[in-house]
Nanobody
Framework: QVQLVESGGGLVQPGGSLRLSCAASGSIFGIYVMGWYRQAPGKQRELVASITNGGSTNYADFVKGRFTISRANAKNTMYLEMNGLKPEDTAVYYC??????????WGQGTQVTVSS
């Protein structure tokens, strides 16, 4: 089992920045990819960005150039640096980790609200 705990959400004005963190614990040796997803009210959960053990990254088009995903393997932690935030970025952001084709773990989520 893998446990994931997100932190760093909050209220920010349009154009502002936030940094989300996801701390992984438990049986983390098998994790091969981690990612950030988000879910806005009334919408489906969607992928924001992902990063593999090798450092390969993938971003949704709507965050390219604004968000940066990274991992500190020694700290078992993943980050999402969010710049140029827009009201439409408002959502609950979830950390995800996969250690097998059908094995996916989720954090409890952290709220990000972009509003003036």
């Amino acid at each position: 089992q893998v446990q994931l705990v997100e932190s760093g959400g909050g209220l920010v004005q349009p154009g502002g920045s936030l940094r989300l963190s996801c701390a992984a614990s438990g049986s983390i040796f098998g994790i091969y990819v981690m990612g950030w997803y988000r879910q806005a009210p009334g919408k489906q959960r969607e992928l924001v960005a992902s990063i593999t053990n090798g450092g390969s990254t993938n971003y949704a088009d709507f965050v390219k150039g604004r968000f940066t995903i990274s991992r500190a393997n020694a700290k078992n932690t993943m980050y999402l640096e969010m710049n140029g935030l827009k009201p439409e970025d408002t959502a609950v952001y979830y950390c995800n980790a996969k250690d097998g084709p059908a094995r996916s773990y989720w954090g409890q989520g952290t709220q990000v609200t972009v509003s003036s």
